[in-house]
Structure formats: structure tokens, C-alpha cells
């Protein structure tokens, strides 16, 4: 019979199967230059980081915390 061990192990591996699912289903089109939430400039190095890129940091991790 399967521990709590096991379970928790279980438990997080499809927490990350589901995180990299979501990561591919993000559009992979050209990025955002300004984030679509607040306006401001999107750096070159996440345009490039992230491809398909619609939001600056903060508001990617507003995003985030909001879905979690």
C-alpha cells in the first residue's frame, strides 16, 4: 500500500507535468514591446526569454499568483 511518501511524490509530479503543459500552450508568436496589463516596456532579454511574451514581470507574477 502506497505512503504518504509515495503520494506526495505522485502529487508533485503532476503539479510539474501540468506547469510544463501549461508552459507549452503559451503562444510562441512574436512578443509584446510594452506589457498588455500596465504599459510598460517589456525587456529585450524576457522578449527573447519568452517567446510569445504579453506581460512585464510584475504583472506575469500577479498573473500567476492569481491562477495559483
Known amino acids: 500500500m502506497a505512503d504518504e511518501c509515495d503520494n506526495a511524490q505522485r502529487t508533485q509530479a503532476l503539479y510539474l507535468q501540468t506547469a510544463l503543459e501549461n508552459r507549452m500552450a503559451r503562444p510562441h508568436g512574436a512578443s509584446r ?5 500596465c504599459g510598460e516596456i517589456i525587456p529585450e532579454a ?14 506575469q507574477e500577479e498573473a500567476d499568483a492569481r491562477h495559483y
Open 33 to 37: 514591446h510594452v506589457c498588455d496589463e
Open 46 to 59: 524576457r522578449r527573447r526569454a519568452v517567446p510569445g511574451v504579453r506581460l512585464c514581470i510584475a504583472c
